[in-house]
């Protein structure tokens, strides 16, 4: 067990920022912590990262506490913060001298550990260059590569692709990815496909709560169980409704008009059913003509869309 | 103790990466050049049983420690906090102490050299004077260590007020009120007789300037040194119970 949270509450004067949460991150997986801003992702990362404690429960990392054995902690985790602060005066290769120096390597060591990071985030060709002149993606891939220096067995990333450029941001993706075959990540984000993308597992937060605690693929099933279909057809109108209302397996439906004479439906199923054969031998049989005909696959977007909306909103409805 | 060297050594080589380091030396050397003026003019005159360091030091040696003290420690603490560079220095394993001694420690060799040109000033008299009566290593040495142990103390002071905020210039004037405190405390004890009544004698205990005067004419009273050590020591602790508050917050 690499990180094992239990009970864990922190509140601040008047508010509580992480209500009661708890979960677990084996070894070797890339976990996500999802949630809209001010869910207490941050906060929860922080206490792990043992940089504030806790005001009640338990967090261990490696079987070590965060609070009791911070020293032991920080030594087998890299942690960078949100909107990675760093020192704009000093030079990469520098700064990452200075850090791996910092977390107790020896001077041949840092050296060679610091070439190791410098290829592994790509940064060769900037090591000499200052900081503060750096676009925003290499500055964000030097906050990671510092975070890498010491070869922690966890890797902690407070919202890594944040105010980057899509390409950036594949590129840091691309680069998490990597980094789970050796290390345990854990990262947030308020980014949906980001975290669908890299993650084994996806902790969903909203208001210091932890919602939901699965894997993407779940969490989809857990919303999309019957599933949509979206067909363009041509044909009259009037036909087609007639048609779709004695379907038994559609709940409900809705009609849109497309361009020209194509009329987009969009189907709700009832049930777990397959009915593109059905609709594709309907419309040869009344010689209709179809452009489309595709499955919905509900994203992770609605999951989340419908675990972290407001309170207040739910009950609006 | 790697980490205290390392953090030390970034400490001080940021002070030259930045314009506040060569503003402080600038403005220093500036103020060190009036004095020099006014120790000549001074020499022109009648003859003065006074050594040449003692002069000195009456000049414009308070303005340059009163006004390039909070501005070497101001950015200490509070930078990093405004930064967040500060969250990512607390989650390597180095200790609260660490930290603050590292700091402490390049603020105080920097203001150091900052009084490097002093001793230009004086040799270049002594060169001209042609004697090595008109000013001994023993007043030299004198005036050195006092300018160190004072240091000591107003830095230190300047590192307890960085901790206290995450604005610069709040703790440039936090550090410019403490410093100027301790500044008026001379001049408080000075009328009064330290012989006759006990605020007398507290006062005379911390007067810095007081003890800067003995220091400049080559007495080096231990008492002046525990003074200035203790409570650069008192300040370092508030400065690093400060910074472990965020701990017990």
Known sequence: MMIDVSNLRKSYAGHTAVADISFQVERGEIVGLLGPNGAGKSTTMRILACFIPASSGSAKVAGMDVFTQADEVRRRIGYMPENNPLHPEMRVREYLKFRARLKGLSRGASRERVDAVLTQCSLEDVSKRIIGHLSKGYRQRVGLADALVHEPELIILDEPTIGLDPSQIRSVRQLIKELGRRHTVLVSSHILSEIEMTCNRVVIMREGRILACDTPENLQKRVGKNGHLIVEIAAPLDELKICWEQMPELAHYSISGADGEYHRCNLALSGPHDLGPRIFALVVERGWKLRELSRVRHSLEEVYIRLTRPESEEESR | ?249
Not at chain 2, 5 to 22: K, N, P, Q, V
Not at chain 2, 89 to 115: D, G, H, R
Not at chain 2, 125 to 143: I, K, Q, Y
Not at chain 2, 216 to 243: M, W
Request: with cysteine.
């Open chain 2, 1 to 249: 103790m790697q980490a205290y060297l390392t953090l030390a050594r970034r400490e001080l080589g940021s002070f030259f990466c930045s314009w506040i380091g060569y503003v402080v030396i600038a403005g220093a050397m500036f103020l060190m050049g009036l004095s020099f003026v006014a120790l000549l003019e001074k020499l022109q005159g009648e003859p003065t049983p006074m050594p040449l360091t003692q002069i000195f030091m009456g000049g414009c040696f308070w303005f340059i420690v009163l006004f390039s003290a909070p501005v070497i420690t101001m950015r200490l603490f509070a930078m990093e906090k405004s930064s967040g560079t500060f969250e990512t220095l607390m989650t390597t394993p180095v200790s609260e102490w660490q930290v603050v001694l590292a700091k402490f420690t390049a603020a105080i060799v920097f203001y150091m050299l900052m009084w490097l040109p002093l001793l230009a000033c004086v040799l270049v008299l002594r060169f001209f004077a042609r004697g090595s009566h008109v000013l001994d290593a023993g007043t030299l040495g004198g005036t050195y260590l006092g300018i160190f142990f004072t240091g000591c103390l107003y830095m230190a002071a300047g590192c307890f007020a960085s901790a206290l905020t995450r604005s610069q210039i709040v703790a440039a004037m936090i550090g410019f009120a403490i410093n100027l405190a301790f500044f008026l405390t001379g001049y408080m004890a000075g009328p009064m007789d330290p012989q006759r009544n006990w605020a007398g004698q507290v006062l005379s205990c911390v007067s810095v300037t007081g003890q800067i005067n003995d220091f400049s004419r080559g007495v080096v009273d231990t008492r002046s040194i525990v003074f200035c050590l203790t409570s650069s020591l008192f300040f370092l602790f508030l400065a690093c119970r400060i910074i472990e508050s965020r701990r017990w917050r």
